[in-house]
């Protein structure tokens, strides 16, 4: 089992050289096909008087933009020009309508995290290509070191979306030198989350997955914050996760796993709807 083609987002108005790197050694580890894309929709605004008017974009306007799609292109695919296939797109769209579409095309979405300032006319929304692209996407902090799969962190909660991703994310976790297994709940559902810990544990090793370790942990704060905390302990450089598995609206107004994972982890995480 491995991964057909990939597909990396590149930013178009701000540095994401490191998760090319990261995206490059992966094809180059897996053998696989590599595609990067890019986005920039051309909706132009200007200030009149206090108004925000929206003006049509000229044809200079597309030149221009075109141009800056193209020399990214270039210079990706000479950055690839090792791997078994390097290939480029890019439109002026809105590049997580374009990331969407395009997802059709590879196995793995790799991405960078949410941000909290920027428009939708450059950046991608990580949550919603995770819940409209129906690809395990790859989320990788803007400080990326390279993703040597030491050691990966499943954070096991029994619901369809993390054996989803449990199941995506198999091609990585196989390479893993080891896999740790880790569940945050409540006292009354332990004996039964031990049970769900040791099936698991049971079906990667299967899959020719080597699990370490397997931990229930009794929750004693916020989800997220304890699983980046394990994480940090463990020294570990993947985490894979169920992504929303409760409305992305809730996790929105009251946070939620998903939605800190997105925005605060330091290490890669691999999350699938």
Not at 51 to 69: F, G
Not at 148 to 163: G, I, P, S
Not at 191 to 214: C, G, M
Not at 236 to 241: G, P
Request: hydrophobic content about 45%.
């Amino acid at each position: 089992m491995s991964f057909a083609a990939m597909m990396v987002h590149v930013d178009v108005d701000r540095d994401s050289e490191q998760r090319v790197q990261l995206a490059l050694s992966l094809a180059d580890r897996f053998e696989t096909p590599l595609i990067g894309i890019a986005g920039l929709a051309l909706r132009p605004t200007f200030s009149a008087a206090g108004v925000v008017v929206y003006a049509e974009p000229t044809a200079d306007d597309r030149r221009q933009v075109t141009a800056r799609l193209n020399d990214l292109g270039k210079k990706f695919c000479g950055q690839g020009e090792a791997l078994k296939q390097i290939e480029w797109r890019a439109a002026l769209d809105l590049p997580t309508d374009l990331v969407v579409r395009e997802a059709r095309a590879a196995d793995l979405i790799i991405v960078g995290p949410r941000h909290k300032h920027g428009s939708f006319r450059d950046l991608v929304d990580p949550g919603a290509i995770l819940l409209r692209a129906g690809r395990p996407v790859l989320v990788v902090p803007e400080i990326a070191p390279p993703l040597y799969l030491r050691r990966a962190v499943v954070a096991w909660k029994d619901t369809r979306e993390c054996r989803r991703a449990v199941y995506d994310a198999l091609p990585l976790l196989r390479q893993a030198k080891e896999v740790l297994l880790v569940e945050f709940g409540e006292d009354e559902g332990k004996p039964e989350a031990k049970k769900a810990l040791a099936d698991v544990a049971s079906y990667l090793a299967r899959h020719q997955v080597i699990v370490a370790d397997q931990a229930w942990r009794r929750s004693r704060g916020p989800a997220a914050t304890e699983l980046l905390a394990f994480v940090r302990d463990e020294n570990a450089d993947l985490i894979v996760a169920g992504g929303y598995g409760h409305s992305r609206l809730g996790e929105w107004i009251f946070g939620g796993v998903t939605h800190e994972l997105l925005a605060e982890s330091p290490v890669c995480c691999l999350l699938s709807h």
